[in-house]
């Protein structure tokens, strides 16, 4: 029985040997798969990574407001005569309302 040469022998032999191994081969097939073309490539990943910093940043903000408003709150609740007056300008019947504006505060706005 003679033994059939392989035409593609001379091919093989010049592909370097690692890229020879069934293990590297899908590799470099499945690397490319999972970045680039399947649902989680990594563009997506990283365009949800964004996202998610974004809306924790948003969170800590709201958080931050919420404690802003409850510490107001609390204000309010301990002296509702004084917050009316500042606020509000309230005032009793014999008295005169005079309202400074300070000029520092009103070029910030």
Known sequence: MA??????RP???RI?????????????????????????????QFKLQQRLNTLEEEQQYYRDK???????????NKDKEKFARENYY???DDED??????EKENTNQ
Do not use: C, G
Request: glycine share 0%.
């Open 3 to 8: 033994i059939r040469n392989n035409p593609f």
């Open 11 to 13: 091919l093989l032999k």
């Open 16 to 44: 370097p040997q690692p890229l020879r191994n069934k293990y590297v081969l899908v590799l470099l097939f499945v690397i490319p798969w999972m970045l680039f073309f399947t649902r989680h490539n990594f563009w997506s």
């Open 66 to 76: 919420i404690k802003d408003t409850e510490a107001s709150l609390e204000d309010m």
């Open 90 to 92: 309230l005032q009793k």
């Open 97 to 102: 309302v005079f309202i400074i504006v300070d």
